[in-house]
């Protein structure tokens, strides 16, 4: 086990957040530094940002418009990213819009048609890809179906690799100059990160350095997609990999199953929910829950059709809070959402994706804050809180309503709210104790 070790956070930020709001800070930094468990420390944030992407979508689509004038042009991605630049978008003569999910067919976005793939000709013969992280596989995609058709790319090859090289000199730099004993990195898009390379080298120049990394997200069905080969690159150099969503995976991981028969060292990932800064999130029995029911976070992926549900079922007592998706890039600071998790009784919490089961943060957000959870049914939750008689789990609506319903016609939520323990510290220990660290 490491003793107090001397910690260099390497905080690399989300697009749509700040560091103070940023999941390397709330997640891993402050646990970690008010469990008292590490020694000194000294903190490296980093990351694109939203202000990055508008000047670069700008210039993209003013070139486009020069190339193919007043022509018919789809864009593809009918997500967050085409409602957040549709402002920018909009200068060109958008007459569709494309998407792999075909729940969307048929439906509209922004007035115009939402199509699938193959009838990108009957409407143009350009098509805008509006997607940062999965631009690269939608290229690839298209030019195989539909060679006749022009795509234009709003980022390119070639976007992030100065900032890229600007981040690895500067953090190279301060971890040499600070000597630590362990490095805690915290990723993001798995297409703009640092090399491996990178950490190699700096382990080569700190020999006695361990490296800790967060796995966020995964899609083990996309092989395309980039998350498998970042796992990969990710164990040749770090010495403990926290997977923070799904553990069931882990099993299939650690039997070098398909997908992930090429992953080397995978034994050195552990499934490890993270908990929240306790500073923030916490439950306090003087606070009045005055919120009945809520749903916190954006209209993405399945949430949506949930958050109308409960609307018109419960009417003023439900209330879908914050979230940051298309339009909406005004999110809540942390310190104000977790203000609204401590007056809320019944958090109601959803998976995003079909293809995605995760333990979401939101599950610990709320428990942390006290709050009876209304969880959406899934492996992953259950693997890490069971037996918790502050969760129900859900699969259709009417368990979802019956559910609510019982909790107030018992008045068992007071009764059911749990305070604030040290979890974040025994979440810590677990990571210092481990023999890879």
């Given at each position: 086990?490491?003793?107090?070790?001397?910690t260099?956070?390497a905080?690399?930020?989300f697009?749509?957040?700040c560091?103070?709001?940023?999941?390397?800070?709330?997640?891993?930094?402050?646990?970690?530094?008010?469990?008292?468990?590490?020694?000194?420390?000294?903190?490296?944030d980093?990351?694109?940002?939203?202000?990055?992407?508008?000047?670069?979508?700008?210039?993209s689509?003013?070139?486009?418009?020069?190339?193919?004038?007043?022509?018919?042009?789809?864009?593809?991605?009918?997500g967050?990213?085409?409602?957040?630049?549709?402002?920018?978008?909009?200068?060109?003569?958008v007459?569709?819009?494309?998407?792999?999910?075909?729940?969307?067919?048929?439906?509209?976005?922004?007035?115009?048609?939402i199509?699938?793939?193959?009838?990108?000709?009957?409407?143009?013969?350009?098509?805008?890809?509006?997607?940062?992280?999965?631009?690269?596989?939608?290229?690839?995609?298209?030019?195989?179906?539909?060679?006749?058709?022009?795509?234009?790319?709003?980022?390119?090859?070639?976007?992030?690799?100065?900032?890229?090289?600007?981040?690895?000199q500067?953090?190279?730099?301060?971890?040499l100059?600070?000597?630590?004993?362990?490095?805690?990195?915290?990723?993001?898009?798995?297409?703009?990160?640092?090399?491996?390379?990178?950490?190699?080298?700096?382990?080569?120049?700190?020999?006695?350095?361990?490296?800790?990394?967060?796995?966020?997200?995964?899609?083990?069905?996309?092989?395309?997609?980039?998350?498998?080969?970042?796992?990969?690159?990710?164990?040749?150099?770090?010495?403990?990999?926290?997977?923070?969503?799904?553990?069931?995976r882990?099993?299939?991981m650690h039997k070098?199953?398909?997908p992930?028969?090429?992953?080397?060292?995978p034994e050195?990932?552990?499934?490890?929910?993270?908990?929240?800064?306790?500073?923030?999130?916490?439950?306090d029995p003087?606070?009045?829950?005055?919120?009945?029911?809520?749903?916190?976070?954006?209209?993405?992926?399945?949430r949506?059709?949930?958050?109308?549900?409960l609307?018109?079922?419960?009417?003023?007592?439900?209330?879908?809070?914050?979230?940051?998706?298309?339009?909406?890039?005004?999110?809540?600071?942390?310190?104000?959402y977790?203000?609204?998790?401590?007056?809320?009784?019944?958090?109601?919490?959803?998976?995003?994706?079909?293809?995605?089961?995760?333990?979401?943060g939101?599950?610990r957000?709320?428990?942390?804050?006290?709050?009876?959870?209304?969880?959406?049914?899934?492996?992953?939750?259950?693997?890490?809180?069971?037996?918790?008689?502050?969760?129900k789990?859900?699969?259709?609506?009417?368990?979802?309503?019956?559910?609510?319903?019982?909790?107030?016609?018992?008045?068992t939520?007071q009764?059911?709210?749990?305070?604030?323990?040290?979890?974040?510290?025994?979440?810590?220990?677990?990571?210092?104790?481990?023999?890879?660290?």
């Amino acid at each position: 086990m490491l003793q107090q070790p001397k910690t260099f956070f390497a905080i690399h930020r989300f697009e749509s957040k700040c560091y103070d709001d940023s999941a390397g800070k709330l997640e891993v930094r402050e646990p970690m530094v008010q469990s008292g468990l590490i020694g000194e420390t000294q903190t490296y944030d980093f990351g694109w940002d939203e202000t990055d992407s508008l000047e670069l979508i700008s210039a993209s689509v003013e070139q486009a418009k020069a190339r193919i004038g007043d022509a018919p042009v789809v864009v593809y991605g009918a997500g967050a990213h085409t409602t957040q630049y549709w402002p920018q978008l909009a200068i060109l003569n958008v007459v569709a819009i494309v998407d792999k999910n075909s729940d969307l067919w048929g439906t509209t976005l922004k007035s115009l048609p939402i199509i699938e793939p193959k009838d990108i000709p009957k409407y143009a013969q350009h098509t805008i890809i509006s997607s940062r992280a999965y631009e690269a596989n939608i290229l690839s995609e298209l030019t195989v179906l539909l060679p006749d058709i022009e795509c234009h790319r709003l980022y390119g090859d070639d976007y992030m690799s100065v900032r890229l090289d600007v981040w690895a000199q500067e953090l190279e730099q301060r971890v040499l100059a600070f000597q630590p004993k362990l490095l805690v990195h915290t990723p993001t898009h798995v297409k703009e990160n640092l090399s491996a390379e990178f950490f190699l080298r700096l382990k080569q120049q700190l020999p006695d350095l361990k490296i800790l990394t967060i796995w966020w997200d995964y899609d083990e069905e996309n092989t395309d997609s980039g998350y498998l080969e970042y796992e990969r690159q990710v164990l040749r150099y770090a010495d403990l990999v926290i997977e923070n969503s799904n553990g069931t995976r882990l099993e299939r991981m650690h039997k070098q199953m398909p997908p992930y028969d090429r992953h080397p060292n995978p034994e050195r990932v552990i499934f490890h929910p993270t908990w929240f800064d306790p500073s923030l999130f916490y439950y306090d029995p003087a606070i009045e829950k005055d919120i009945d029911i809520a749903i916190f976070g954006s209209r993405v992926g399945e949430r949506g059709y949930w958050i109308d549900l409960l609307k018109e079922h419960y009417g003023d007592r439900f209330h879908h809070i914050g979230g940051v998706s298309g339009e909406n890039r005004n999110p809540l600071p942390t310190a104000e959402y977790a203000a609204l998790l401590r007056r809320t009784k019944i958090v109601v919490n959803t998976q995003t994706y079909s293809f995605r089961e995760q333990c979401k943060g939101k599950v610990r957000e709320a428990l942390q804050c006290g709050c009876f959870l209304m969880e959406q049914a899934n492996r992953e939750t259950g693997l890490v809180f069971s037996g918790y008689q502050q969760i129900k789990y859900f699969s259709i609506v009417n368990d979802l309503f019956s559910s609510i319903d019982s909790i107030f016609e018992e008045a068992t939520v007071q009764t059911s709210l749990i305070e604030n323990g040290h979890e974040y510290i025994e979440w810590v220990k677990r990571l210092l104790s481990s023999k890879f660290l």
